[in-house]
């Protein structure tokens, strides 16, 4: 019985997913007055990719097959581990939150091991941005989380978003805000990498996957839609200001607070330029001095009402 | 079980030097080595099968009365030293079985099993001793057989200066241990560790104990700044060796520095932060050296020191859990440090062999010289990506399992009420975790990828072929062990209750709840996220089924003839990180760029990181100390007469001071 509970939200992460893109897409087209390509247009890519054959370079060897399972594999499971509304909350213990963002790092191992198995200049050096980047986006993150779980006395993050007890609401934009911005480099968005651009010199993520097709590049698709979605649920978790709803209220609150971020994703894509380089790391640098003053006022107990 | 230990430190010693009478024989290597493996896995099934009936109470000693100037030797078990038995005996099944076909065209030399014997039975020693002087004993055997392990191809210039310095740092760290167990010893009269144990040392005393103990204890485990041997040492000894070495030798320093915390008994705050912070500061550093070096069993080494990082910080966590009374987050520090002692003997084993058998079968380690070789290895290949991702602390596999536990004790520590300052230590541990984990999948991409993904970068590499049958068994050996503890962690908690408890001072098992609940959701959910890619895989494998898969170049944008050249390297991978941590890292580029139109030569990037630890702190260190140590240098003049009278005068003050002031 909890196994079940425990799988109904891969299973809606599995549904939903897709329409966060095109959300966001949506969002853009907008902003540039254009028509743009539908909603549903992922579900539409995947449903294609999925009945087609895949081309194999001749350099790759069975890594490069295992990957994209793993990938999906490891992304799906993850998107598990994080409960969709709070009666699904099931398994949790203290540190819970690693195991989410350790599965998320095996998805990356793969990924970035896909891409060099393929022998190409591109494909390596887009898999040595997405390490350096996740590198230095993994501690903010964690300090973020330990933010939340402190001012909340919990060590169970998923404890926390069954807790309906007042916030204090510096803290939550101080711990989401870098959140925001994590979520924006992991998920390879504008200002940090452009999921639309075709110079693969500047591509990270996009430019990993250059040489899948078919399922293959269907799994990776996929992947990083669900990967998108995690990390959108988690900040929609940690800002959702009531919890105590009624099951179907709640659903429909959460999926509402998760296409509003897509929104403001694709209102941040269209008001920025995608970033030099080298200026990414002192973005970074910024959200880590946000979540670490986040998390100093929260151990500090400065700020109490 | 004492009995059973005792006649495994003799058979060792005895097949050590039956090796020797062997040296003629054309099965030297199978015959040492292979009886070795043998009686190690007979002791290692023996000790698993009667582990559960060893408590923490040290109620196996047994003195052995020999008449020695110090009285008698006693040697004893308790749950501490049995479990860092574990990892030694599965080390040297493997690493013997291994070593056996390791040596193709040069000859180690007649006493190199006896060496590795020596080595073996000096660490198993160590952990059976339970007196000052025969630990000490112990410890200089186990120091010297590996120093003569490391020099084994000494013709190398190379070699012999790694094994220089590590022969000055293994004895500056005996220096140190003689003084801590002098320290032990004066207040309560003897070397026995019982006595140890129940002395009452002041606070000043036990502070010195401390730092000392450190200082001894840390040149052995490697962490900054005491690690400069490491990277020096490993690359030059054989694989096996290096793999017993990084694997479980290194351990003996944290044992030490358990077993010297044990023996002064109240444990202070102080101890638990300069843990922390010391833990932190090897984690981070020892993987941004790793990054920036491109010969492969370099690059282990530094990652041996990240490794003690994460162990030393989880023994900060611990300590800091008992002194501010929190059993919870004390036992998830021990349990979670322990565990990762055990779980990074066997992945960086299984990591050494594996670079072992690349440089075995392509004759060289350095990483930017290789390429494709799953294809040719693909054992190997595999077995490495296997503790690969143990290393970097992934799921599925056992790394993750113990930086999971230190990461509840310090997430606990930090949400507690307990004050800021214990808040940000166990924060600084979590964050530190975070950001080891995260550069640490970038080193190991970068080695997995560039050595045994894409394509060979030099012709030499079509020829290559697996390495032979003995040498896969034991790595296999240590995979399946790795692969056990990741999947299923709550099997293992049972033999961490009693040192954790032992550690923590705490008899109850209760305290162990926390770590039984964690394992045991792990277990659950590691499963379920396993048959989920099972799932996956599945699913792909019957939507290719019904479709043509085709072959095609690499897409190089419309360019159709890539070769090896065009690929990334490891300098390149690695460039990111190591340009942005400049500030931390001696980092070295050579450029060669042209500014013709048409260049005529190659162009070429190669960088390296130099540790300037080593480099400009110790070597400079050294220099002052050998300039002020000058100053005496007129007492050694050489001269035998001289000597005799340097000795008629002690004997002389000897006299006068017995006669005179003792009186």
Redesign the interface.
Known sequence: ME?IK??IT?FVALLTAPLLFGIINKTKAFFAGRKGAPVLQLYFDLYRL??????????????FKFA???V???T??AS??IPFISTLTC?H????F??LF??L??A??FL??SA??????????G???E??F??????I???SI?TI??S????SLFAVFTLCGDKNWIIILLASLPLFVAMLTENARIPFDDPNTHL?LTMIHEVMI??NS???LA?FEYASSLKLWIFNLLIVKIIMPFNNLGTLTEIITTLLFMFIICIVIGITESVMARSRLIKI?QLLYSAAVIAGLG?FLS???VIKW | MINTLLIYISITVIIGILSILLFRNKRFHYISASLLSLSSFITLVYSLYHYSSINHLDILSKPFSWSFPFGEFTVGLDALSLFFMIPLLILVVACSLYGAQYFRDHHPGILHWFNYAMLISGMAMVLCARNGILFIVAWEIMSFASFLLVITDSEKESVRRAGWIYFITAHIGTAFLLVTFLMLAAPVHSFEFSAFANGHYSPLQSNLIFVFALIAFGMKAGFIPFHIWLPLAHPAAPSHVSAVMSGIMIKMGIYGILRSILFIGSYQAWWGMLFIIMGSISGILGVLFAIGQHDIKRLLAYHSVENIGIIVSGIGVGILGVVYHYPVIAALGFAGALLHVLNHSLFKALLFLGAGAVIRQTGTGRIDALGGLIKKMPWTAYLFLIAAVAISGLPFLNGFISEMFIYGGAITGTVGDSGTLFSAMNAIVVISFAAIGGLAVACFTKVFGIVFLGTGRDKTLNSIKEVPGFMTSGMIFLGIFIVFIGMCSFAIVPFLTSPVTQLTGNDTTTIMEPIILISKNLTILLGISLGIILLVMIVRFLLLKRHVVYNAETWGCGYTKPDESMQYTASSFAEPITDTFKTVLDMHKDEKFSNKILPGEKWSFKSHVNDWILNNICIAFIKHADKFLGLFRWIQCGKAGVYVLYIVATLLALIIWMFFIWK
């Open positions: 196994i425990f799988l891969p999925f009945h087609k054959s895949s081309v194999i370079s001749k350099t790759t060897s069975g890594i994209p399972v793993i999906f594999g490891s799906l499971a598990a581990m398994f213990f203290t540190a819970d690693i195991l350790y599965l790092g095996m990356r191992f970035i091991l060099m198995d393929t022998g190409s200049a591109f494909e390596g050096m898999a040595s941005r390490a350096f996740s590198a230095l986006t993994e501690p993150v964690f300090v330990l779980l402190h909340n006395h919990s060590t693969e250059l040489d078919g399922v293959d799994l790391p998390f151990i500090s107990n």
